[in-house]
């Protein structure tokens, strides 16, 4: 670890959220491959959008074609992947961005270290609030996710072809708390991204007032 380096304090977290006038979150999506996650994803972001917020999906595949290229799938690899993202969205959501990822993330402790970072206090801006992190199950049975398939992983992975493969010969570690669950072989995805809108304005994240009061309503 480099030792010769010295953090430069900026805005708060308040000022950018009052000046863009949202605030900044993360909703991270965890799940088997071939879930639905990244199609639910999509379609949440889009909605966002012409709601006038600003939001911004990471997804699994599109991140490994540049940030993490390095990265294979092996247990140390896939910890790595994870704590890379959880370290780019908790800079969106700063920035007052909704950030959306759409990742497998099959460990339940880099997930809970995701959560974490989003939780911890800024010494440079000691009131800030914590950074909210809403962990979004899009729950499979593995059947499913095999019958669906759309890349022909699984069907790979049954054959030896893909080692390491999450749910197959790699583990898929459920969340235990997570804030939404969704069973998308039982929702469209319409119904999907409804839910997690309405989870939003219930804890209030769709909504912020201003400094003088008015209040902004999506």
């Given at each position: ?35 639905g996650k990244s199609t ?85 801006h000691p009131d800030d ?49 997570a804030e939404i669950t ?37």
């Open positions: 670890m480099a030792t010769n380096i010295t953090w430069h304090p900026s805005l708060s977290r308040s000022e950018r959220q009052t000046n863009r006038k949202q605030r900044g979150f993360t909703i991270w999506f965890t799940g088997l491959s071939a879930s639910i994803a999509t379609a949440l972001e889009q909605h966002l959008l012409h709601l006038g917020l600003a939001a911004y999906r990471l997804d699994g595949d599109n991140v490994r074609f540049g940030l993490n290229k390095d990265l294979g799938f092996s247990e140390k690899d896939r910890n790595e992947n994870i704590r890379r993202i959880a370290e780019v969205a908790k800079l969106f959501a700063d920035s007052a961005t909704i950030a959306i990822t759409s990742f497998i993330s099959p460990y339940r402790k880099d997930r809970d270290s995701a959560r974490e970072l989003h939780a911890a206090k800024n010494d440079a609030e914590p950074l909210p992190f809403i962990e979004v199950y899009v729950d499979i049975p593995l059947a499913e996710a095999e019958k669906r398939d759309p890349k022909g992983l699984y069907k790979k992975a049954r054959e030896g072809k893909i080692p390491e493969f999450t749910g197959i010969s790699a583990p898929y570690e459920e969340p235990e708390n969704i069973k998308s072989a039982e929702k469209s995805v319409e119904e999907a991204v409804q839910e997690i809108v309405d989870y939003l304005n219930s804890k209030g994240l769709l909504r912020l007032s201003s400094s003088d009061g008015r209040g902004l309503e999506y």
